[in-house]
């Protein structure tokens, strides 16, 4: 289970059913950052990865 890059917690992953991606998982909110993506638990972490991903990273 991926851990929100921002705080921690364990992201609950999930597959979409309204698309042709089934058999992969998604978190709630990702970023690709130097060619390795991260979750975050929450849009308000994604945002706030962003601001300054060099902290999180």
Same mark, same amino acid.
């Given at each position: 289970?991926?851990? @929100?890059?921002? @705080?921690? =917690? !364990?992201?609950? =992953?999930? &597959?979409?059913?309204?698309? !042709?991606?089934? !058999?992969? #998982? +998604? =978190?709630?909110?990702?970023?690709?950052?130097?060619?390795?993506?991260? =979750? +975050? @638990? &929450?849009?308000?972490?994604?945002?706030? +990865?962003?601001?300054?991903?060099? #902290?999180?990273?």
């Amino acid at each position: 289970m991926p851990q @929100c890059a921002v @705080c921690g =917690a !364990d992201v609950e =992953a999930a &597959s979409p059913e309204e698309t !042709d991606y089934r !058999d992969e #998982e +998604f =978190a709630i909110a990702q970023v690709e950052y130097e060619g390795e993506t991260y =979750a +975050f @638990c &929450s849009e308000e972490h994604r945002r706030e +990865f962003e601001e300054n991903p060099d #902290e999180y990273a």
